[in-house]
């Protein structure tokens, strides 16, 4: 008897172009996280459920997929929301050293009212049984999987011209009772969603002066953690120097 064979879909070896590896690191270094530019400007259909499809086809632990997207546009929804976040974000700045807390508080951190969407992406850590290929020994990798879904739709939406911002300044409880979330659906991302007057330059906390970026080289570390002798390691270190700009290149 001979083999079966199976034809699968897709085969082909996909070849991206310059102009499309080009593409992609633009979208990377341009993505922000988006406050205070929206526009009321409703999101097309065709163009959200393309960026909807983009979040839905991230990777996942054991093609688990457990995640929803919950579309909000209601005022009265919307508003309660805020209402969390505003009583979250008080409590917040007592967090802060004395000399960061008018900082703190002069930052606009949501745009929940000011954006035409919400959209709050969750985990189904039950989704498909409690025994899933990957995440045997990491329970968390399903959370984690959902936050690959939250930078699909984020890149997404930035190559749409879309600006998104992430809230996380709320109860994750009380967050669930507002949305109808039952207890056992993680609220993984609160996000605002919507076309914006202008995307910044750089993101808004470096812009100001909350934290600077970090030099890559900084964070590397070679087989072992704190390992930082770079002898052997030259053609990486001195790749990552040389490229020092690539990030702030226009493509």
Not at 93 to 102: C, G, L, R
Not at 157 to 170: F, K, T
Request: charged fraction near 25%.
């Amino acid at each position: 008897m001979g083999h079966a064979t199976t034809d699968f879909p897709h085969q082909e070896t996909i070849r991206f172009t310059s102009q499309d590896r080009d593409g992609l690191y633009k979208t990377i270094f341009n993505r922000r996280d988006v406050r205070g530019q929206f526009r009321p400007d409703s999101i097309p259909d065709e163009v959200l459920s393309r960026v909807l499809y983009a979040a839905h086809h991230a990777p996942s632990v054991g093609f688990m997929q457990p995640w929803d997207f919950m579309l909000i546009r209601d005022a009265g929804v919307r508003q309660q929301v805020k209402g969390l976040f505003d009583k979250a974000h008080d409590e917040a700045a007592e967090m802060f050293p004395e000399e960061k807390q008018d900082t703190y508080r002069s930052l606009k951190l949501e745009g929940i009212l000011e954006s035409p969407l919400n959209i709050c992406i969750t985990c189904d850590r039950s989704r498909t049984g409690p025994t899933v290929i990957g995440r045997t020994h990491i329970p968390e990798m399903d959370v984690y999987s959902s936050v690959c879904a939250v930078q699909n739709l984020w890149l997404a939406a930035r190559a749409e011209g879309l600006g998104i911002g992430w809230v996380s300044i709320m109860d994750p409880e009380k967050l669930q009772d507002v949305l109808g979330i039952p207890r056992d659906i993680v609220p993984v991302a609160y996000l605002c969603i919507g076309y914006v007057d202008h995307f910044y330059k750089r993101p808004e906390l470096e812009s100001a002066g909350w934290l600077p970026r970090a030099p890559l080289e900084s964070l590397l570390h070679f087989d072992q953690w704190g390992n930082r002798d770079t002898e052997g390691q030259e053609s990486i270190t001195e790749a990552i120097a040389s490229q020092a700009d690539f990030p702030h290149q226009s493509f």
